[in-house]
């Protein structure tokens, strides 16, 4: 009972998250149509936090959907096999996705590293932020993998009465 509870707020609070940041990304996207519009001015460095906010929020709202089964994928071929061929298909496909996250976290975690003393041109962000993205998001994306592979893959979990 542990396990899917675990996955459930492993999913909550990434989509929260990423809610947060996306809304964040509204107003900044906002405040810059009326900037240049009605005050023919805009800040200069929102293009670029807006930018590097959607990365973290593709790789934070890539672990909810990974709970849900929201990813793409040809749901009337999946429901078509016999259980065990589904469950089956269903985990090399989890393998595949576990193992491309293990690269991506493995080859962006020396990208952040290498990056942590640059700083964005417009805003003066250190670059290691919007690195961070890649393998922080990956792990996380990797830890629901693994969770929802060893509770099952019912929806891939869901109580959807949680949501």
Not at 10 to 28: P, R
Not at 73 to 81: I, N, P, Q, Y
Request: with cysteine; net charge neutral.
């Amino acid at each position: 009972m542990l396990l899917p509870k675990l996955a459930r707020r492993l999913a909550l609070s990434c989509e929260l998250s990423a809610a947060a940041i996306f809304t964040v990304v509204c107003l900044l996207n906002f405040t810059q149509v009326i900037g240049r519009y009605a005050i023919g001015s805009s800040l200069t460095w929102a293009e670029e936090i807006m930018r590097y906010s959607m990365i973290w929020v593709m790789m934070l709202g890539g672990t909810a959907a990974i709970y849900r089964g929201d990813h793409m994928a040809v749901d009337s071929v999946v429901e078509a096999l016999p259980s065990r061929r589904r469950h089956i298909l269903r985990s090399v496909l989890f393998g595949i996705g576990g193992t491309f996250c293990v690269m991506l976290a493995w080859y962006g975690w020396p990208a952040a590293i290498n990056n942590a003393q640059q700083s964005a041109a417009a805003s003066g962000l250190p670059m290691i932020l919007p690195y961070l993205a890649l393998p922080i998001g990956a792990v996380l994306m990797l830890a629901q993998i693994v969770l929802c592979w060893i509770v099952g893959f019912h929806s891939t979990v869901v109580e959807e009465e949680a949501w």
